[in-house]
């Protein structure tokens, strides 16, 4: 079963500068049980395009979609209120940041309980007046909630539970807090993990140990991830699939397999190239030149043509649509590629 | 925390204890001395004398010093100039009615900042914050004493609802004629007050707001009262307690205007009528007084820190 | 099609070259409505960013205006500003008495009415802006000077310096601004505009060296100012070249927030009778006297405190606007 169906989403934010279209109609799917990832330069639109999933864009942004379905079920048409039962129960996020990203207010233990309390029938009430004493006079070390929580820390292989759930975020190290943000996020069991830049933030040796993490998740809770990442090591070493983003757009996806052997967008070639493996001197890597352009109304047609070293006048012209350039679903936009099987998939 | 909260208690204590000493050097430092000063160039060299020894001012520097302190520790703030009386007495009567401004003041000026600047910061961009917006800068450039002249043209003369001259004490009038008497004047301090914090309360919620740790929350689905009172309103009110705490200096500025304004005999109108009759001990006295207070409410709102931010309650200040 | 990713496309032979690209990239990107932005210097988005805001604009106004009136003060007041009429006339009435001495009955016109002591208000008024202006730039201008000193030595050398000098900031955070000019003024002995700018000046200077030292903490490990040190650049250079330049932004904003509050500081002053000499015309005296009217004149008090309001108002949005352009945080400026 597709655990996410995406067609043709758009994010678009209104400045007083004009229109960032943050998101370029983009298609992904994710199936049950998978780990696919979405890669791309810093201001690519992954990070928009996940928060769009759970509908976190702030005002002034604005989400539509021929389709954005999470098992089966249209998100955008559920109310507020409903998003609200989703969100941290059947979808949740680890951000980027694990040291902005939790409350320096609340105790790790009880920023996991409520969680917990939200969308788990234990019994415990989560009025305003009940949550507000928990906040003031800390929550009851005897509840379902609290047990719950230190539970999750042990999960995620933080020490001394017990006590540990009662530190503040701060006296918490970047890996310990990366940890407590998926203790959070997993504490309810999601269907669908979204994990933006989650190793990003952590020294080298953590991020092999968070990705560990990530894939006994994967096992232990039977949970679909989206791992969205800018660094091809992370990708290759822990996805089924991948998708690539530049500029709002989607522009290649195929197996991690297929993908890392045959890459055929010229921009997913780029990234490969300027990407240090362990066999590549750091001569031979070559950086991309130029930078990403900011998304407000890009006027040419392929959004890398002005980066692209393969690009003709056509490529600012016609709109390059999806077409199939390898094996297994493997897809590329690109007008450059011919398509193995002649047809160019429509799109929009 | 213990540890935190003692070294904010000695470092007051320094302060309190450095302005005392400023006082008493300063005092002692005008231009052509004070008694001279006090008494004019015509007074005779007697009566300077006089003065002289009745001030203790003919003892030695370090022995006056010591007499200063040890009468401060035992709040012998020594007699008025002008009228005799022990500016003890005069304190007594003078603290309770510049307080009672004071806190209805404060009452007013929390009462009205938090709310519209909670709804101006949740309403950002709307009709709501910009008229809260306006009205806010409004509060803001009108000095105390204005808005009490113009309370009292309205409520007092205009109107005459409320009365505009003097003070009823509680104990002896009862609550009511307290109240009465004390609500114009401590409107007028509270407007101003109101004004920076709710402009704090506002940018502070907005930055609040849009924090990373916010978005986590939406992200686990808390709804959106419980996102704002349980996740944002602490953080968020860390620098308003900051802001809340100075700002009573704006409120006790604005009351030693008002008590003009209202004919209030507060420890305003008692320093300047001292200052204007050369009255230098119940000046000296009211600067001390009012420092100490000013003292008192940092460190209030050191302790009030200690509570709301766990950063400080472990010790390490490196916020 | 070639699958050597390293290499494919560039032996393309119909592919364009990057300056072509380039060239065709930017035909298209002219034809778009949105101008790049990239740019635009900080300074031309600063003065858009200011042209663009009405609060600015109409703060600039007034505060112009303001200036304005105060510089051409004798040219713009109907009367001379010891001139006197009949005592608490009535805003928009008339004065009738011989009062250019030629024997004859002149009506003369008060658009505000007149104060107790028969001097036309509105005259009263425009003079007093006088008085405003120059205790407030003067004030500023001497808080500013000694406070970005205190603050720049402190926080440049630290240590001891740092120490003492943040003691007497502490200090002086024990006194109202208004309680320490009052209690300056009773040291200084006397009214008059000096000791008034003296004792608000004073009691200003924390915040410019509050503001001041924490700005040069910040800049005083970045970088350049590592690589200026490295180099051998004296002290007083980099303080003065690298580091205050850098600071400019919020010393700028902070001073547009005190002109208003010094403004206040000096008609408070003066309404509680301790500011300038009691025949000078300040806007305080008028409120002070305009109180004691209070039952038979209500536009004594009035009009010069919208006057104060009206101009401490433009500062603030004036201010206001500085700070968002200058992207500078409310809590990093003070608001006494």
């Known amino acids: 079963m597709t655990m996410l169906q995406i067609e043709n989403l758009r994010t678009e934010f209104e400045t007083p500068r004009g229109t960032v279209t943050a998101v370029n109609g983009v298609d992904l799917h994710i199936d049950n049980g998978e780990i696919v990832g979405l890669v791309g330069e810093s201001g690519s639109g992954k990070s928009v395009l996940a928060q769009s999933v759970m509908r976190l864009v702030e005002d002034p942004g604005e989400i539509t979609a021929d389709e954005l379905l999470f098992k089966g079920e249209p998100l955008l048409e559920k109310s507020e209120a409903e998003m609200t039962t989703i969100r941290g129960n059947e979808i949740s996020m680890v951000f980027q940041d694990p040291m902005n990203s939790l409350n320096p207010t609340i105790t790790v233990g009880e920023q996991i309980a409520e969680t917990v309390r939200l969308h788990q029938d234990i019994g415990e009430s989560i009025s305003l007046p009940a949550e507000m004493k928990r906040k003031i006079i800390g929550a009851s070390k005897a509840s379902e909630s609290w047990r719950r929580a230190i539970e999750m820390l042990e999960s995620v292989q933080i020490p001394h539970p017990e006590s540990r759930a009662t530190d503040y975020p701060h006296e918490f190290s970047g890996g310990m807090r990366q940890r407590a943000m998926i203790a959070i996020a997993l504490s309810c069991e999601p269907d669908l993990l979204i994990a933006d830049e989650p190793t990003t933030a952590l020294d080298v040796t953590i991020q092999a140990q968070i990705l560990e993490e990530l894939h006994s998740i994967l096992e232990v809770f039977d949970t679909s991830i989206l791992l969205i990442t800018h660094d091809l090591a992370v990708v290759a070493e822990t996805c089924d699939r991948v998708n690539v983003m530049y500029a709002g757009e989607m522009v290649e996806r195929a197996t991690t397999r297929e993908l890392f052997s045959n890459p055929q967008h010229p921009y997913t070639q780029a990234l490969l190239a300027s990407t240090p493996q362990v066999e590549t001197a750091v001569e031979e890597l070559e950086p991309i030149p130029g930078t990403v352009p900011e998304p407000i109304d890009i006027p040419y047609a392929c959004h890398f043509a002005p980066r692209c070293p393969e690009a003709k006048e056509e490529c600012f012209e016609v709109d390059p649509a999806f077409r199939r350039v390898g094996s297994e679903d493997h897809e590329a936009a690109c007008i450059r590629r011919e398509p193995v099987d002649g047809e160019v998939i429509e799109n929009e | ?319 | 099609m070639s699958n050597d990713h390293t290499t494919s496309g560039r032996s393309d032979s119909d592919a364009l070259d990057p300056d072509e690209r380039e060239r065709i990239a930017r035909r298209y990107r002219d034809e778009s409505p949105v101008e790049s932005t990239e740019n635009r210097g900080v300074y031309r988005r600063i003065r858009d960013q200011i042209l663009s805001d009405k609060k600015a604009i109409f703060g600039a106004t007034m505060v112009l205006l303001f200036v304005f009136t105060a510089m051409f003060a004798p040219m713009i007041a109907p009367y001379e500003q010891d001139e006197t009429f009949g005592i608490n006339q009535e805003p928009n009435s008339y004065s009738e008495g011989d009062y250019t001495g030629n024997g004859e009955i002149d009506r003369v016109w008060h658009v505000l009415g007149t104060d107790s002591f028969g001097h036309d208000l509105f005259t009263r008024i425009v003079f007093g802006a006088r008085i405003s202006l120059l205790v407030a730039l003067t004030t500023v201008a001497f808080a500013f000077t000694v406070g970005t000193a205190i603050g720049l030595i402190a926080g440049y050398y630290g240590g001891l310096i740092d120490e003492l000098l943040m003691r007497y900031v502490d200090f002086q955070w024990a006194f109202p601004s208004i309680i320490l000019a009052a209690g300056l003024i009773a040291f200084l002995g006397g009214l008059g505009v000096t000791n008034v700018v003296i004792a608000i000046g004073v009691a200003f200077i924390d915040d410019f060296a509050r503001l001041v030292r924490g700005e040069v903490l910040s800049i005083r490990e970045e970088e350049y100012v590592l690589a200026a040190r490295a180099i051998g650049t004296s002290d007083r250079r980099i303080m003065t070249k690298e580091i205050l330049p850098n600071a400019v932004a919020p010393i700028i904003v902070q001073m547009t927030l005190m002109i208003p509050l010094a403004i206040i500081a000096e008609a408070a002053l003066s309404f509680l009778g301790l500011g300038v000499k009691p025949t000078t015309p300040t806007w305080g005296l008028l409120l002070a006297e305009g109180r004691q009217y209070i039952n038979q004149a209500w536009w004594i008090s009035v009009f010069p405190g919208l006057a104060i309001m009206v101009v401490v108002l433009a500062f603030n949005m004036f201010g206001d606007s500085l700070r968002d352009a200058f992207d500078v945080k409310q809590s990093e400026v003070s608001e006494k």
């Open chain 2, 1 to 319: 925390m213990k540890k935190y909260i003692a070294k904010r208690v000695l470092n007051a204590l320094f302060v309190v204890w450095l302005v005392a000493t400023v006082v008493f050097f300063g005092l002692r430092a005008i231009p052509g001395g004070p008694v001279r000063t006090m008494l004019g160039a015509e007074a005779t060299e007697e009566a300077v004398n006089r003065m002289r020894a009745e001030l203790g001012l003919d003892q030695p520097l370090y022995v006056q010093y010591v007499e200063w302190m040890i009468d401060l520790v035992t709040f012998d703030l020594g007699q008025s100039l002008t009228s005799g009386e022990q500016i003890s007495v005069m304190m007594a009567s003078a603290v309770p009615r510049t307080l009672s401004i004071a806190l209805i003041g404060v009452v007013v000026g929390l009462g009205i900042a938090l709310p519209t600047g909670i709804i101006s910061a949740t309403r950002k961009g709307q009709r709501s914050d910009y008229v809260a917006t306006v009205a806010a800068f409004l509060g803001l450039s009108m000095p105390a004493f204005f808005i009490g002249i113009l309370l009292a043209l309205v409520f007092g003369v205009w109107w005459g609802v409320l009365p505009i001259v003097g003070y009823a004490p509680l104990q002896e009038d009862g609550i009511v004629e307290w109240f009465r008497r004390i609500l114009l004047p401590g409107i007028s301090v509270g407007v101003p007050y109101a004004a920076v914090v709710m402009r704090m309360t506002r940018s502070s919620l907005l930055e609040v707001l849009d924090a990373e740790y916010m978005r986590t929350a939406k992200a686990k689905g808390v709804g959106r009262t419980t996102r704002l009172y349980k996740h944002a309103m602490q953080n968020a009110l860390i620098p308003v307690v900051t802001v809340a705490g100075i700002q009573i200096a704006l409120v006790l500025v604005g009351s030693v205007t008002v008590e003009l304004v209202f004919g209030i005999q507060g420890i305003g109108r008692l320093l300047v009528d001292a200052i204007l009759d050369r009255n230098y001990p119940v000046t000296q006295a009211v600067i001390l007084l009012v420092a100490s207070i000013m003292v008192f409410m940092n460190l209030s709102v050191d302790i009030i820190y200690t509570f709301l931010d766990p950063r400080i309650r472990y010790g390490d200040e490196a916020s």
